[in-house]
T-cell receptor, first 110, second 117 residues
Framework: AQRVTQPEKLLSVFKGAPVELKCNYSYSGSPELFWYVQYSRQRLQLLLRHISRESIKGFTADLNKGETSFHLKKPFAQEEDSAMYYCALSVEGSNYKLTFGKGTLLTVNP | GAVVSQHPSWVICKSGTSVKIECRSLDFQATTMFWYRQFPKQSLMLMATSNEGSKATYEQGVEKDKFLINHASLTLSTLTVTSAHPEDSSFYIC?????????????FGPGTRLTVT
């Protein structure tokens, strides 16, 4: 079965510093990878997905099949980036189910 | 666009009673909806996949007789927690896939806080 690992439960950085949230997955095929974000008291929302290869709010994520990773990066963190970030994957034939990692709480300090 | 609502947003019920939670896709049609459970400061745990017009598919360890799911239309799925007990207290979140979207993206509802006393 597929699995998503986010090794950091908490991550704290200062405003303007680079930030990287790690995500590793285990799946033998080609999954579709996502990053979801949950701001305080708001619903979960899609931040980005690997197939679109876009940058949202300054965040990027590159799928590295060799390392089975999909780390989320931003060169200059902002206070409004403070939130819970979840990495998730979906695989073909799973009826579009998402498997979530445990999440990383990012705090950007002023 | 792509908004999912849940009702109620929070509910308190007595042990032994049943509670129904609604999940609606407001501006799109969804043949597939998902129900998750989230414990405090923990990740989302998929409970079941709700398929319009057919039986729900439950994840291993989830009691289908306790968590009844009905997906009678393309915009509404309901989760009924039957004979609720305090250990069922949790945050229940639904999500939905847009019928017209070929990607794996899901749109999430705001969640329902259930407290069983």
């Amino acid at each position: 079965a597929q699995r998503v690992t986010q090794p950091e439960k908490l991550l704290s950085v200062f405003k303007g510093a680079p930030v990287e949230l790690k995500c590793n997955y285990s799946y033998s095929g080609s999954p579709e990878l996502f990053w979801y974000v949950q701001y305080s008291r708001q619903r979960l929302q899609l931040l980005l997905r690997h197939i679109s290869r876009e940058s949202i709010k300054g965040f990027t994520a590159d799928l590295n099949k060799g390392e089975t990773s999909f780390h989320l990066k931003k060169p200059f963190a902002q206070e409004e980036d403070s939130a819970m970030y979840y990495c998730a994957l979906s695989v073909e034939g799973s009826n579009y189910k998402l498997t979530f990692g445990k999440g990383t709480l990012l705090t950007v300090n002023p | 666009g792509a908004v999912v609502s849940q009702h109620p947003s929070w509910v308190i019920c007595k042990s032994g009673t049943s509670v129904k939670i609604e999940c609606r896709s407001l501006d799109f049609q969804a043949t597939t909806m998902f129900w998750y459970r989230q414990f405090p400061k923990q990740s989302l745990m998929l409970m079941a996949t709700s398929n319009e017009g057919s039986k729900a598919t439950y994840e291993q360890g989830v009691e289908k007789d306790k968590f009844l799911i009905n997906h009678a239309s393309l915009t509404l799925s309901t989760l009924t927690v039957t004979s609720a007990h305090p250990e069922d207290s949790s945050f229940y979140i639904c999500s939905a896939r847009d019928l017209g979207d070929s990607s794996y993206e899901q749109y999430f509802g705001p969640g329902t806080r259930l407290t069983v006393t």
